[in-house]
């Protein structure tokens, strides 16, 4: 099980587990973390998301202000990117994954202390991908 935060990109949000996501299905499940004990898992449609976050935990550090920079000392593995969501939102990282024409791709982020260990982008909530 992954631990996960889902985006959608109507900015809704679900926080939870799953064992069933792959980039190349249209629909996974989440069992959701603050769900009463026995309930059913949410069916999500990929499409419907903004990106698909897999972190250390959950409630992550609200103090923690994401670094969009590369640590020098620590060279990162990919090619380095740079993601513009529609909403503004701005992640740097690296990935292996990315390919004009597919629906998204794999993110690691620059921050090495970030709660995100990787999160998959939706391509189509993005305004601009760029290579750094």
């Known amino acids: 099980m992954n631990k996960i935060v889902a985006r959608f990109a109507d900015g809704r949000l679900i926080k939870g587990m799953t064992a ?19 309930a059913e898992p949410v069916e999500v449609q990929a499409k419907d998301l903004k990106a698909l976050f897999f972190v250390k935990d959950h409630a992550g550090d609200p103090r923690h202000a994401e670094r969009n920079e590369f640590d020098a000392a620590h060279p990162p593995a990919g090619r380095r990117i740079e993601v513009v969501f529609d909403d503004g939102e701005v992640l740097v990282g690296t990935t292996t994954g990315y390919r004009p024409g597919r629906p998204g791709f ?3 982020p620059a921050d090495p202390d970030s709660n995100i260990e990787r999160c998959f982008i939706v391509v189509a909530a993005t305004q601009e991908i760029s290579f750094l």
Do not use: E
């Not at 629909?27 to 973390?33: D, G, L, M, Q």
């Open 20 to 38: 069933d996501f792959l980039p190349t299905k249209n629909v996974f499940h989440v069992s959701v973390a603050d769900a009463p004990p026995g």
């Open 106 to 108: 794999f993110l690691v």
